[in-house]
């Protein structure tokens, strides 16, 4: 049940030079290391068994070994033909899952029996080793998560048109995103209700900050909030979107962000993802409230007197203040090995975001100098509304435990406990 920990250079992708262009952050991704099954299950599992558990996880092995350099080379390479690669190992991951869940059903005393190994990417140990077959699950619900926001990060990049130039995300790969980010916001969510609580808190100690609750539990934010993002995304581009709509969608992604930075801030994330995903996340955070500000400052100066012109100005100059800053978390990400570069499509948006707030702040001061008292202007700027969240991770729930566990689980010598099953 404790933790082993390697300090063996054998990276597995951990240390890539390039990360290419992300919309969405993915913190590297968690490599299982070969497990031998044949000795510690040869007493208690037919061999049939256990030579498909161990087929099942050699696939993952090898496939994953071979995706992390891909993805950490380009983002855009491990789906540039279809999605074959991820949706590939996102298979081999759910057909393993049914069978592992044997090795936890019922308290099965064989739950300890085996060495599970994975490198990390945000823990300073190069990988954790742990006798608990809990630890594999929650591995490969994590390595699931990363997977989906990978390909959620896919389909927000912009492609190159026939003439050259950078085309729009279509509205269906935007509506693709969304789905994918909630679904991998259902994985994260169950891991931090139902998975982690099978760990006794002496173990649950020695979990990497990977599979930290708190690390947890910010992906899935990161999640939400970026689905929030695309509708704003999408609101900004509809004729049809009032101001009142715009404002709801940024103030509830900074709710979003928020909660995610306070899960990390005091985190000691380490290497070179860790190190990264913190200014992701800040970044992330100071432009949400960039756009915020902003939306919240004109509907303030639809007011007919003095004192909401004033709020007004003291808004837009709040967003001004806070889309300076994220572009400074941007920049420092981006040269935060990894290194990484934002698409042409955000580069774009905050462009134009940048160019509405300094217009808007100009127009309005000039508009109201003669009446506006610019010490008040100064003052701190006008509290956002506060909106209930409205996107949730989806459902999910563990699958059932594959049928060739059927004849063992009438074993009393296995599943002493007899509780209700998985």
Known sequence: MGCLVSTSNDSGGKNPKNAGEIMVFVPGLRIPKPVDFVLPLNDGLSKNLVERLSALRTRIVVMAGQEAPRSAKSRRIATQHGGSTLADLQQALEDYLPVLLGLVYNGNKLQHKLQFSWVNQEDDAEETTMSNSWYEVLSVLHLMAMLTLSQANFFLLSKASTDGYQSKVSEECRRTSIDLLLKAAGYLDFAVKHALPQFPPEVRKDLPLDLAEEVLEALCLQALGQGVDIQLGVAIDSIQATMAVKRRLACEM?????????????????????????????????????????????????????????????????????????????????????????????????????????????????????TLNHELIEQTAPALPDFALSLQPDEYSLPSVDPSWNDILQSESLFPSRQDPI
């Open 254 to 370: 900074v709710k979003y962000w928020h909660q995610a930075q306070e899960n990390i801030v005091n985190l000691p994330l380490a290497n070179r993802w860790g190190q990264k995903h913190k200014f992701f996340v800040k970044w992330k955070h100071n432009e949400a409230k960039a756009a915020a500000y902003y939306y919240h400052g004109l509907i303030l100066d639809e007011g007919n007197t003095e004192r909401f012109h004033m709020m007004a100005v003291a808004a837009l100059q709040a967003a001004d203040q806070f889309l300076k800053e994220s572009k400074k978390a941007c920049e420092s990400f981006n040269i935060t090995p990894p290194l990484s570069r934002n698409p042409p499509v955000w580069r774009t948006s905050s462009k134009s975001l940048s160019e509405k707030i300094a217009k808007d702040i100009s127009s309005k001061v000039q508009m109201n100098r003669d």
